[in-house]
């Protein structure tokens, strides 16, 4: 069963990078067909969908963040990473990381991490 683990740094500063990391264990993320996604929840509000890179490399972005979004990963590693550049408050949220055979998930369908709040504040 694959399973997912968010690490993130918690507290990040206006107008700085915010970096999220996933790391995958029980298959890998080069498997066919799968793809690995960013979603988060910013507090009182539902889940939105923020990108995802596919077992391929290739990656798909939110339209609203695609400026400000880069996910990338390391397949040493077996894991991908979140970069948000220039955040604000509106950026605090909780960051979830999800495995699945297609883009954009529920919560129904795949591997869900437990997600990692970052907060923006300076």
């Known amino acids: 069963q694959v399973q997912l683990q968010e690490s993130g740094p918690g507290l990040v500063k206006p107008s700085q990078t915010l970096s999220v990391t996933c790391a995958v264990s029980g298959g890998s993320i080069t498997t066919d067909y799968h793809y690995w996604n960013w979603i988060r929840q910013p507090p009182g509000k539902g889940l939105e969908w923020m990108g995802a890179i596919s077992y391929s490399g290739s990656t798909y972005y939110l339209p609203s963040l695609k400026s400000r979004t880069t996910i990338i990963r390391d397949t040493s590693k077996n894991q991908f990473t979140l970069l948000l550049d220039s955040v604000t408050p509106d950026d605090t949220a909780v960051y979830y990381c999800?495995?699945?055979?297609?883009?954009?998930?529920?919560?129904?369908?795949?591997?869900w991490g437990q997600g990692t709040q970052v907060t923006v504040s300076s």
């Open positions: 999800a495995g699945a055979r297609v883009v954009n998930p529920t919560k129904e369908q795949g591997s």
